[in-house]
């Protein structure tokens, strides 16, 4: 087997890492240490983050899965997290469709994926029957999507006074261009955006001392270096949420969409965009960005009482990028 070769450039404060069509761009280079190896955390609470992935085990999707795997057996992962667009090309049309099977279940077989796995909607998921996958909640003991939008407060293992407040919201409803698309207007009708607002603001003002984090999960993102940049659907995400997270002090905002893999700050929030589960996508940097990498891969999240970290991990186990959050 040929070896790939590594190419390092360095211009002004951007380090371009490029092997094949692979990008990995990381801002203020001289201020980043990679980590070598994943580090587990004694009372962490480590969950995986993976998005836009549905592919019937094509583009990479398998060897995504297969990482997935071994990743989680090492941090042992308590659940997965999937960030939308979880069946291309159109969604599923109920809970029995095929692709159930040849898109997730015979797919991510692994026993350390056998845990609960938190979804949001995506846009592709909006084609078909957004409400299949939550009924499939009925029948699969590891998927876990209630409603089109929920919240789940889950404890740290090693202190389990202090919790993690999760948002799982669907962002569709709160891009208005939807509500005149022909593939996805239908289904984006039925949903009350207004009413989704005001339970977002209502969930993200709990003042509970025991709140050490608030996390919210969406599938379109406030901010990114791919192809949708100054994106009607950027854009939309952006007015419609930026004002609440700012009120509220949301510490991390989770998305897809885009199909790459990215770290962004805005305000007091992080946002992570993990969206390369199947497909990957050219990526810039943009004024918000720490990294953006256009590879296929996945986020293993530490959470403690006073740290988050966050490893970005391509498709063979490698560590692209680590960055650590702290309180």
């Given at each position: 087997?040929m070896?790939q070769?590594l190419i390092v450039?360095f211009v002004a404060?951007?380090?371009v890492?490029s092997h094949v069509?692979?990008?990995v761009?990381?801002?203020d280079?001289?201020?980043?240490?990679?980590?070598?190896?994943?580090?587990?955390t004694?009372g962490a609470l480590?969950f995986?983050a993976?998005?836009?992935w549905g592919r019937?085990?094509?583009?990479?999707q398998?060897?995504v899965a297969?990482?997935?795997?071994?990743?989680?057996f090492?941090?042992k992962s308590?659940f997965t997290?999937?960030t939308?667009d979880?069946?291309?090309?159109?969604?599923?049309?109920s809970?029995?469709?095929?692709l159930w099977r040849?898109?997730?279940?015979?797919i991510y077989t692994?026993f350390?994926?056998?845990?609960?796995w938190y979804p949001v909607?995506?846009?592709?998921?909006?084609?078909?029957n957004?409400d299949a996958?939550v009924?499939y909640?009925?029948?699969s003991r590891?998927?876990?999507?209630?409603?089109?939008?929920?919240?789940?407060l889950?404890?740290?293992?090693?202190?389990?006074?202090?919790?993690?407040?999760?948002?799982f919201?669907?962002?569709?409803?709160?891009?208005p261009?939807?509500?005149?698309?022909?593939?996805?207007g239908?289904?984006?009708?039925?949903?009350?955006?207004a009413?989704q607002?005001?339970?977002?603001?209502?969930e993200?003002s709990?003042k509970s001392p025991n709140?050490?984090?608030?996390?919210?999960v969406?599938h379109?993102?406030?901010?990114?270096g791919?192809?949708?940049?100054?994106?009607?659907?950027?854009?939309a995400i952006?007015?419609?949420l930026?004002?609440?997270?700012?009120?509220y002090?949301?510490?991390?905002?989770?998305?897809?969409?885009?199909?790459?893999l990215?770290?962004?700050?805005?305000g007091?929030?992080?946002?992570f965009i993990?969206g390369a589960a199947?497909?990957?996508t050219?990526?810039?940097l943009?004024?918000?960005?720490k990294m953006a990498?256009?590879?296929y891969?996945?986020m293993v999240?530490t959470?403690?009482?006073?740290?988050v970290?966050?490893?970005?991990?391509d498709?063979t186990g490698?560590?692209?990028?680590?960055?650590?959050?702290?309180?």
């Amino acid at each position: 087997m040929m070896k790939q070769k590594l190419i390092v450039c360095f211009v002004a404060a951007t380090v371009v890492l490029s092997h094949v069509a692979a990008q990995v761009l990381i801002k203020d280079s001289s201020n980043y240490a990679p980590a070598e190896k994943l580090t587990v955390t004694p009372g962490a609470l480590n969950f995986i983050a993976m998005g836009d992935w549905g592919r019937v085990g094509e583009d990479h999707q398998k060897q995504v899965a297969a990482q997935m795997g071994k990743t989680s057996f090492e941090v042992k992962s308590q659940f997965t997290i999937a960030t939308g667009d979880n069946f291309y090309p159109s969604g599923v049309i109920s809970q029995w469709d095929p692709l159930w099977r040849y898109s997730f279940e015979d797919i991510y077989t692994a026993f350390s994926l056998q845990w609960d796995w938190y979804p949001v909607l995506g846009n592709h998921d909006y084609k078909s029957n957004p409400d299949a996958q939550v009924a499939y909640t009925k029948i699969s003991r590891r998927w876990k999507m209630p409603a089109r939008y929920y919240s789940k407060l889950i404890a740290i293992p090693g202190d389990t006074a202090s919790k993690i407040l999760f948002l799982f919201i669907d962002t569709n409803p709160l891009i208005p261009e939807f509500y005149s698309n022909a593939e996805y207007g239908p289904n984006v009708k039925t949903t009350d955006s207004a009413k989704q607002k005001r339970w977002i603001a209502k969930e993200l003002s709990n003042k509970s001392p025991n709140i050490k984090w608030k996390i919210v999960v969406g599938h379109h993102p406030m901010f990114t270096g791919g192809s949708r940049t100054d994106g009607y659907d950027t854009r939309a995400i952006r007015n419609s949420l930026q004002p609440l997270f700012d009120k509220y002090g949301v510490d991390v905002f989770l998305a897809g969409h885009e199909h790459s893999l990215q770290h962004l700050i805005s305000g007091k929030t992080q946002h992570f965009i993990s969206g390369a589960a199947s497909e990957k996508t050219p990526v810039h940097l943009i004024p918000e960005s720490k990294m953006a990498a256009s590879e296929y891969g996945f986020m293993v999240f530490t959470v403690t009482k006073n740290a988050v970290t966050v490893n970005t991990i391509d498709y063979t186990g490698k560590i692209i990028y680590t960055t650590t959050i702290n309180k």
